[in-house]
């Protein structure tokens, strides 16, 4: 143990002639403690919330959409599939269709956005199946007692009772596929499908607006001939999508282009980025705060202290020793008040996840409690911070008692 080091722990622990100071130094312990903890928690939950949208929007959609520039559709889709099958990271592929249409009840009336899909490759590129709650993922034709045959059809759960249907109820799609521009008397294609279930994804703007059916229906409904709007595409790691939508477009070319899922939610998630750092950034100030008592602390250790530290000096101890001795003080106050808050932060979110003491009304948010996602490298961030803080602050005090004239120091002590 060097003797700066040595100095440094005795100074924060004297209790003889300087429990004032003494005090202060664990105040300072404690506030970097509090926003250490503080931090974490907080990051911790926006992770927690952010992963939720994310695994519920992405769950809806595809990693990345693989379609034509002005929408004009694609066709033999299989060829384009096998053309990519050798991508790094893909792991599923599936066709689909996406238009509008007007949806009919017996009661009601709603615009929605239709989606044509293969029941037996949607569940491996979307998480539909995991969220239909009502009813199954049944697209094909649909028989009810005493009644003709329809498809089937799945709708989002708010937009199912906005139409006030339930199974088996037969409700319309009205396409203005093949209308002239113009044409009097025209009308738009129809066709009949009977409800086979309800899906809730908990994020409104999906349940309120969607519905799903058969490729083939969707084709005929919106007069596409044997064209799909595109290929959905499951990567191995969303993290991915981007570098494989950039090997995708050079391996295709035009017209083909990609959309990948965050490039669909942009918006969405830069500014749920911008609030994670908006929260380091005001939450850090608790952790300024106990670094300004570090100073005021250090700058009355070194009043204090004027004596010793002129007889150090006197004894040949170098002004770079001097000040390598508040530094420590500073920096080992910075440390165990990190080194607390991060054991602190981290109880209390496992805590949260293992018993759930903090619950939310399932009904509004979907999940039952409030949701936690700690990252080591929030932690190893934050850490840094604390520490670069707690450094920054013993540096005037520490400069100050470097700068001590050993014979004034020990003349007017």
């Known amino acids: 143990m060097s003797y700066e ?51 519920r929007i992405i769950g809806f959609d595809a990693h990345i959409k693989l379609r034509t520039f002005h929408s004009r559709g694609v066709e033999n889709y299989p060829a384009v ?26 009661e009601k009336k709603e615009g929605a956005i239709i989606k044509g899909i293969d029941p037996g490759r949607e569940g491996k590129v979307t998480d539909l199946v995991k969220n239909i709650n009502y009813g199954k993922l049944d697209l094909g034709m649909i028989e009810k007692e005493n009644e003709k045959r329809y498809p089937g059809i799945v709708i989002g759960y708010s937009l199912a009772d ?37 899906f809730e994804t908990g994020i409104y703007e999906y349940d309120d607006t969607s519905a799903f059916i058969g490729i083939p229906e969707a084709q005929r409904l919106f007069e596409l001939g044997e064209k799909v709007t595109g290929v959905e595409i499951k990567l191995d790691d969303m993290e991915n999508a981007t570098n494989v939508s950039q090997i995708i477009n050079e391996t295709l070319g035009y017209p083909y282009t990609t959309v990948t899922w965050f490039d669909m939610n942009r918006n969405l998630f830069s500014w749920m980025q911008f609030e994670k750092w908006a929260a ?38 170098a002004s770079g020793s001097i000040m390598k001795i508040f530094v420590l003080q500073g920096v080992v106050a910075g440390f165990v008040g990190t080194a607390l808050g991060l054991f602190v932060g981290y109880a209390l979110c496992w805590a949260q996840l293992r018993y759930k003491f903090f619950e939310l009304p399932g009904e509004i948010y979907i999940i039952n409690a409030l949701p936690i996602l700690m990252k080591p490298s929030d932690f190893v961030f934050i850490a840094s911070a604390a520490l670069f803080l707690s450094f920054t602050a013993t540096l005037y005090p520490a400069w100050r008692a470097a700068k001590l004239d050993p014979v004034h120091a020990i003349r007017y002590e």
């Open 5 to 55: 080091f040595f100095i440094a722990k005795r100074y924060l622990r004297s209790k003889r002639q300087v429990r004032f100071i003494s005090l202060i130094t664990y105040i300072s312990i404690a506030g970097v403690m509090i926003g250490t903890a503080a931090l974490i928690i907080v990051l911790s939950i926006m992770n927690g919330f952010e992963s939720e949208v994310r695994s």
């Open 81 to 106: 599939v096998d053309r990519i099958k050798n991508v790094p990271h893909i792991r599923a592929t599936s066709p689909y269709v996406f238009e509008k249409a007007m949806i009919v009840s017996r």
């Open 162 to 198: 906005r139409l006030g249907v339930d199974l088996g109820d037969r409700v319309q799609l009205l396409s203005a596929a093949g209308l002239e521009t113009g044409g009097l008397g025209s009308m738009p294609r129809a066709m009949t499908f009977r409800v086979a279930g309800y």
């Open 280 to 317: 380091f950034i005001i939450l850090s100030l608790i952790i300024m705060v106990a670094a300004f008592n570090i100073i005021s602390t250090l700058i009355m250790v070194v009043l204090e202290k004027t004596k010793e530290i002129g007889i150090l000096k006197s004894m040949g101890a």
